[in-house]
């Protein structure tokens, strides 16, 4: 199994910033060495992606309205992943809850990440 524990979030204003992190961890997290990826949903809409790490971290991806604002960076120790959001500029529209996912590749369908973190509130006043 793999345990995800998102933590950092907050109430801030506009245009300041703001770290989330992820702790993974779990003997199939290890074992399978797999990427790591953070999703939003806010209230009455859907999953959308944000951005996405692999397991070197030599690859991530973003999506399209987080692309230079926001950087994602991961730390792996033996056993245990810590996966950082940093995310900076922030907007009024990037409020929502953000989700830590562990899969085993990244890219931006939610479905097919295997495990899910319980989230962590962002909420950015204008």
């Known amino acids: 199994q793999v345990q995800l524990v998102e933590s950092g979030g907050g109430l801030v204003q506009a245009g300041d910033s703001l770290r989330l992190s992820c702790a993974a961890s779990?003997?199939?997290?290890?074992?399978?060495?797999?990427?790591l990826g953070w999703f939003r949903q806010a209230p009455g809409k859907e999953r959308e992606f944000v951005a996405a790490i692999s397991w070197s971290g030599d690859s991530t991806d973003y999506g399209d309205t987080v692309k230079g604002r926001f950087i994602i960076s991961r730390d792996n120790a033996k056993a245990k992943s810590t996966v950082y959001l940093q995310m900076n500029s922030l907007k009024p529209e990037d409020t929502a809850v953000y989700y830590c996912?562990?899969?085993?590749?990244?890219?931006?369908?939610?479905?097919?990440?295997?495990?899910w973190g319980q989230g962590t509130q962002v909420t950015v006043s204008s």
């Open positions: 779990g003997r199939t997290f290890s074992s399978y060495a797999m990427g």
């Open positions: 996912a562990a899969g085993s590749s990244i890219n931006e369908t939610p479905r097919t990440y295997d495990f």
